[in-house]
């Protein structure tokens, strides 16, 4: 039986090659997937879909209806998306959340602890992710203002998430390290400050960056919508409080039960897998169960990295 | 010149207080750390206090000399009276047919005399640490790890709960007052090996024991909180087990270090392995072993050594399921099942499970903490191997999936209860209450009427530490064995 989170760090790690990597380069096919994937990598497969629509709503309404109607086609295809997989683009494909993973895992294999945000702090600083989509969406249509389309000011507010996005620094100083794209190639002042802050990030705390990442708030925008979903069964939960505290999205689950998804949930799984209730935690896919925890007992477990010493 | 002088001391003085002190601190590494720190320096001072008060007044202690000279007397009758106590309850089980020969082993541990008693004493004279606790909430991992012995002393005799008669009140529960008269009576081997028990305060009889145990070994108190859902109960918590740790440090004087920790939890975690294959057992619809040998099983946890117990109940269960192929059981598969519930069995207080064995039944499984909701029942699930999830994880485990009446709200135990109904089949649970054990009692209506749900029987007897109720009890078990007899023909 292979473990969720060994499938899981494999989807991952094949999407940071694909869309990365750019080996498939000739595939380019212009479909906007709902993570933070560069949309300014020299070849790249897929589009970043928060930059179409910054775009789409700063352009849109001038580039003629040709655009316009390619620009709808591409935001049915996100919804089709976050209707299908919803918020698991995040934890099992998104390249950024790919980097915290394994940045976590290489914290935990040098045996330092991670700083759990306080619940009454987070329970406010999640609502961030939301200010910065409506942020994004807000200052994209502005600029679109006849007054301000002309101005200086458009230059400087255009793709407002690009400019401060750790992606585009990450993954750009990564291709030119690979020699993929010149050395002389541009990145915003503000992300390459904002990248530094994003790692560090990563490192102290468990997912540090979703917590306010406006591609999650979108995301979760669907959540109840979502076909994956997330169970718990009441008369087989031993309430053992193992769900709460290996979940890195901090999602409160105590005390409830029946359908425990909660809008920032990333589908990881990571409880699923933990949980030692038989059946206690169940993931659907459209009412089929893809997942569900087992009973353990004296899991053999990988050698220690101790005994290894 | 005084203005100067008191200049100059200032000059001199080294900086002490204030943001500088603070910052040589060895513990500033996290504030729950720092939060231990203070806890310690406390507690410092509190032993101090305790020690010169204990030099003082004499009459502050609960156990007086004259109270434990006068005991000296009765002292070589309660011994003849615990081992024959123990002898009878041991040739009750080893009257039973077809008892498997590897139970020899499990014998003598509970025997309480020479072997693991002198091994104990072996490893403290060569300069090792025993641990004693009571209750179910000390976490075994951080004993082990710390490389003290962790022996858990509840105890089950008779004979010494008349002595402690004499301090407590008559309805104080039977446990409390059978250890406490050990105590008094220096009965016990293992409590005179101990360098130190730990107490939790998990009901109220069980904090006046801590106090009272006091004026015979070191005490540590752990506060166990009552209220699951509290708002600080999980930080309330986590101190509590880091504060134990440290504690242990300074107790064996070594650290205990990451490595150390997680072998200990894959060690339980390995015996946990196997006390579940050990307690599958039971799902069968005819046992190869009878419900009070496996209640003797998990019970010798309790004072043996983890990884021989370990071992020896592997070989067990390899027996065991041979047997099974082989169809040599204990019981008739038609025998009622019963699950006990309620207050805990102690060794070697195996009256009821005696009584309920010897009338026809077998017990499949049990809800005791002295039994299967022991510390094996639930793994401490370990996601990232850092000394802070570590310890995390031993703290969630020790507090959430307990299900002991003294918490509110306790639904959890409902549900778990229907849960090994069905999962063992039982068609009868006898719900054992302790007189004196108040908070078990209030529980009963409730799970009856859960039980009623599922249209289970269910028996509450209310017993004490006494020989004297044995043919009552008999006569009242076997008329319930009958109706579950009856019922199961008729279905």
Redesign the interface.
Known sequence: MVKTSSLRITSQTLSFIVINLAFLAPLYTGIPLAILSCNYLKIRIFDCFLYVLQEGLSTGSLAGTTYLYNFAAMVVVFVVMALLLGTAWCGWICPLGYVQDVLTKGRALSGIGYYRVPARIQRHVKLLKYVFLAAIVVISLGIALPNIRESKLRNTLFLPLCQVCPAKPLFLYLQILLGILPPTTQVPLLSIVILPIFLVGAIAIRRGWCIVCPNLGLLSLFHRLNAVSLFRRRERCTKCGTCTRVCAMDAPNDGIHGDVSRPECIRCFQCVEMCPGNASRTSYFFQRRILGSKFHAGRPVKKSVADRA | MRVGLSRNRWRTEPRREGILARSHCPHRHSRLDRLGHELDHGMGLMEKRDRTLDSKTNEKRYVSDTLLSSLKVSRERAGANARSQITLALADLKNQNERSALMDYYDSIVRLQRGRVDEVDALRKAGGKVVGYLCMFVPVELICASGAVPLRLDSGFYCTVMPSEQLLPSEVCPVVKSFLGTAMLDLSPYLRLCDVLICPGSCGTKTKLSEILEDFVPIWRIEVPHY??GLSTKLLWQHEISSLKSKLEKLTGQKIT??AL??SI?QI?????????FRELGKFKSLPISGRDAMLVTQTMWYDDLERWTEKTRELCTELEKRIQDGVIVSHSEAPRIMLAGSPIIWPNWKLPNLIEESGAVIVCDDLCSGDQGILS??V?V???????ML??IA??Y???ITCPCFAPND?RL??V??MVKDYRVDGVVYHQLRGCYIQKIEFSRIRSALRDLRTPVLGIETDYTQEDVGQLKTRIDAFLEMIQSAKQNA
């Open positions: 699951k859902d990451k490595r997680r072998r894959e975690e390995e015996a946990r392995g196997v006390f579940h294959r639930d793994p699930n996601d990232e191997w850092t000394m802070q999830d995390a994880a969630d485990r507090l959430q999936p959890k549900d778990k229907a849960r």
